[in-house]
Structures are given as structure tokens and as C-alpha cells.
């Protein structure tokens, strides 16, 4: 008798599915102790219910090293289970302290379980390839981005260096020699992120410098009077000086003296002033007169109420009504010739007897008047110091 395919196909079929279900062994890892379980289960979180294992909220299931979803059945066989169990972390960060729990493999997966994003300029502490124990303490400092300007141009960098000396040896901008940071290398890195390299050198000259001389004034009865003659013109001195200059990213910024050394000193000037009298005569205004010194000076006019004083002043400096031939000279000048008598062309014989507060600068007598005879003067004159010599004499005019 001949059976038809599709009679024979449904008979196979019958048959298999009434052939009773071979359990499966599981095999199941909890914290290192193998546990095996008959069971007709494929889904891991009813697996470990048989097994009387109860997982909490933080542990992690695994099959065949890879991490799987307690609710979601396995396909694959064999299965082996194994559970690894959450541990108490600690995460230090500039932000504060914080417990955690994990079953991550290694410190890196901790901290992303944590929400932290690792970059590799981040630095963490124990590495982030660290395997997880229970109890570690984790350090984690996150990289921050720095500009950091030098040489002329701008490096854009992350970094979790301490410091500013160690940002800039991350990025390969060391400190050489006499160059600085701002902020310094050993000051923590800025809010702002902002870090300046200025670069240093320093160049060493010589350079020459001239000392100037003194002059020494002396007296000389060879010389006449009023005139000065030179007795030893003297000489600038030469001293070598050795300078260090420093330069802050190629611009000079100072110049600093080390030391000085004097290779020829100065000689000094001596100039000797004329003490010698000479009594000299001469024909002034048609009236012979006898001098020993003639001065050229400026002469100027006043008179009791044309004297740039209040209440037309009248009184001599020596206590005299003033009037014309009284004259008045500087105050050292008067108080050397008080009294003395000159001569000045085109106002007369004159004799000083007055303080002029203003005339300093220049050789100047004032010429005094009445009001009633005043004449206007602005002009320079030869002044004459008539004989006899008196015994004081200013031999320098000043």
C-alpha cells in the first residue's frame, strides 16, 4: 500500500512532537561559585529564580562574556550564566565626592555608568583601563580647553594639568631659559583659559662713555681783571661700561649697568680769573674821569613813583632819599659796592646806593631819578668804576 508525501510529512511531524523535551543544563557563575540547573528555561532572569539567585538593581548578567538582558531569552547553546555583582565606588572630581554602585568591568565604564564622558586628555587615577574592586576610590580630574599664545600664534589645547607649567610642557611650549607664563608656570591654570608665553633673551655690550671734567676757577694777579685766561684746558675721562640688555619676544624692555671700568680719568680744567687793577683814564661825555674797572651792562630807569611799588617808594636801600646819580644793582653786587662811585655815559656820575630786585640774569643797573627829571632807559651802556679802588673788591661778577 502506497502513503502519499504529505501523509508521510504530517506522521514525522506527529511523531517528533511527541517525543518528550530534554532539559538543558546551565551552567551558572555567581561571584566565582559554579552552580548547575536542569531546566527547561532559556530567559536568564527566570534561570536564576530556579537557581534561588536573586540579582539586584546594579548587577550585571553575562553569557558568554557578553553582557544580556535578564528579561530576554538566549538562543545559543549551551548557556553559562554568570553574574557579576555591583561594588561600592568612590568618585572624587573637582565637583566633590560620590558613592556609586557598578558591576562595570573597568574604571572607564564606571565613570560613563556615571555620566561622565571620558576624553584622553582627562586624567584619572587609578588608569581607566583599572579593573573594578570593591571599595576603590576613584580620581577623576576633567581636561579643560587653554589658548595658549606664543612665538605670534595661538595653540588650542585640552588639558588637566595642575598647573600652568605642566599645561604648557602637555602641549610641547616648554619654558626655556629666562621665559615666563602668564600666569606663572607654578599658578594653577585660568578661569579664562587664557595663557601668554613670553619669550627671553638677553645680549651682553660694551659700550664706551665719556667723563666729563671738572674746572677749577683760581685766582691770578697776572691776569687783569675781569678777563679769565686758561691754564690746563683738561680732558673728558673714558670709561668702558658693560651693559645687558633684555629683550621680551624680540622687543627691548631694559638696559641694565653691570659695572663700569674708568680706562683714562678726566683731567681737570684749571681757568684763572684777573685780579690784577689797572688805573685806566678816558674822556666820557667830554669829562676826563679815572676808572679801574669797565663793565658792559644793561641799564634800565626809575624814580620813586615809577619803581613798580606801591605808595611811590622813595627810600635808598642805604637809606637815602633816591634822586638822580643813585643807582641800584643786584642785592650780592650792592652789598660788595655800596657807596662805591661810577660813571655811566649819558646820565652822569652815579654812586650805588640802591637794591634793583629785578635785575638778575645779565650785568643791569638801574638808573634813579626824581619824578621830576625821570628819563625812560633800555639800553646797554659801558659802566665805569671810578677811582679810588676800594679795598673789598667782587672780583667775579655774577
Given at each position: 500500500m502506497k502513503i502519499s508525501s504529505g501523509l508521510a510529512l504530517f506522521l514525522t511531524f506527529f511523531l517528533f512532537a511527541c517525543q518528550p523535551t530534554t532539559p538543558l543544563t546551565v551552567l551558572i557563575i555567581d561571584d566565582g561559585m559554579p552552580v548547575a540547573l536542569q531546566t527547561e528555561e532559556r530567559v536568564p532572569a527566570a534561570?536564576?529564580?530556579?537557581?534561588?539567585?536573586?540579582?539586584?538593581?546594579?548587577?550585571?548578567?553575562?553569557?558568554?562574556?557578553?553582557?544580556?538582558?535578564?528579561?530576554?531569552?538566549?538562543?545559543?547553546?549551551?548557556?553559562?550564566?554568570?553574574?557579576?555583582?555591583?561594588?561600592?565606588?568612590?568618585?572624587?572630581?573637582?565637583?566633590?565626592?560620590?558613592?556609586v554602585q557598578t558591576s562595570a568591568f573597568t574604571i572607564g565604564e564606571a565613570l560613563q555608568e556615571a555620566g561622565i564622558q571620558l576624553r584622553s586628555s582627562d586624567k584619572v587615577?587609578?588608569?581607566?583601563?583599572?579593573?573594578?574592586?570593591?571599595?576603590?576610590?576613584?580620581n577623576y580630574h576633567p581636561s579643560?580647553?587653554?589658548t595658549i599664545a606664543t612665538d605670534g600664534k595661538t595653540t588650542q589645547i585640552r588639558s588637566s594639568a595642575r598647573t600652568v607649567g605642566e599645561a604648557?610642557?602637555?602641549?610641547?611650549?616648554?619654558?626655556?631659559?629666562?621665559?615666563?607664563?602668564?600666569?606663572?608656570?607654578?599658578?594653577?591654570?585660568?578661569?579664562?583659559?587664557?595663557?601668554?608665553v613670553v619669550r627671553v633673551s638677553e645680549s651682553v655690550i660694551l659700550a664706551q662713555k665719556p667723563i666729563p671734567f671738572e674746572s677749577e676757577l683760581i685766582a691770578s694777579a697776572e691776569v687783569p681783571l675781569d678777563q679769565t685766561?686758561?691754564?690746563?684746558?683738561?680732558?673728558?675721562?673714558?670709561?668702558?661700561?658693560?651693559?645687558?640688555?633684555?629683550?621680551?619676544?624680540?622687543?627691548?624692555?631694559?638696559?641694565?649697568?653691570?659695572?663700569?671700568?674708568?680706562?683714562?680719568?678726566?683731567?681737570?680744567?684749571v681757568l684763572a680769573y684777573g685780579t690784577k687793577i689797572?688805573?685806566?683814564?678816558?674822556?666820557?661825555?667830554?669829562?676826563?674821569?679815572?676808572?679801574?674797572?669797565?663793565?658792559?651792562?644793561?641799564?634800565?630807569?626809575?624814580?620813586?613813583?615809577?619803581?613798580?611799588?606801591?605808595?611811590?617808594?622813595?627810600?635808598?636801600?642805604?637809606?637815602?632819599?633816591?634822586?638822580?646819580?643813585?643807582?641800584?644793582?643786584r642785592l650780592n653786587w650792592y652789598l660788595a659796592m655800596q657807596g662805591q662811585p661810577v660813571y655811566i655815559p649819558g646820565y652822569g656820575r652815579a654812586t650805588v646806593e640802591d637794591v634793583c630786585g629785578g635785575c638778575v640774569g645779565k650785568p643791569w643797573i638801574d638808573l634813579g631819578y626824581s619824578d621830576a627829571d625821570y628819563v625812560g632807559w633800555s639800553s646797554w651802556v659801558?659802566?665805569?668804576?671810578?677811582?679810588?679802588?676800594?679795598?673789598?673788591i667782587l672780583y667775579i661778577l655774577e
Open positions: 534561570i536564576l529564580t530556579q537557581a534561588g539567585i536573586t540579582l539586584q538593581p546594579n548587577d550585571r548578567v553575562l553569557s558568554s562574556g557578553l553582557s544580556v538582558a535578564p528579561d530576554q531569552p538566549i538562543e545559543t547553546d549551551p548557556i553559562v550564566l554568570q553574574i557579576r555583582r555591583a561594588v561600592n565606588v568612590t568618585i572624587v572630581s573637582p565637583d566633590g565626592q560620590k558613592q587615577d587609578p588608569p581607566a583601563n583599572t579593573p573594578i574592586s570593591s571599595l576603590l576610590t576613584i579643560v580647553p587653554l604648557l610642557a602637555e602641549a610641547g611650549i616648554p619654558l626655556n631659559g629666562l621665559d615666563y607664563s602668564l600666569p606663572a608656570e607654578k599658578e594653577p591654570l585660568p578661569p579664562d583659559g587664557q595663557i601668554k685766561q686758561i691754564l690746563d684746558p683738561g680732558s673728558s675721562g673714558l670709561s668702558v661700561q658693560r651693559i645687558r640688555i633684555r629683550y621680551e619676544d624680540g622687543v627691548e624692555v631694559s638696559r641694565v649697568t653691570e659695572n663700569e671700568t674708568v680706562v683714562r680719568p678726566p683731567e681737570k680744567r689797572e688805573i685806566k683814564t678816558a674822556t666820557v661825555d667830554g669829562v676826563q674821569i679815572e676808572y679801574w674797572r669797565a663793565v658792559q651792562m644793561y641799564a634800565t630807569s626809575y624814580s620813586p613813583c615809577n619803581s613798580g611799588v606801591a605808595n611811590c617808594g622813595s627810600t635808598t636801600a642805604s637809606g637815602k632819599q633816591l634822586k638822580k646819580g643813585m643807582v641800584g644793582l659801558t659802566v665805569y668804576f671810578l677811582t679810588p679802588v676800594p679795598t673789598n
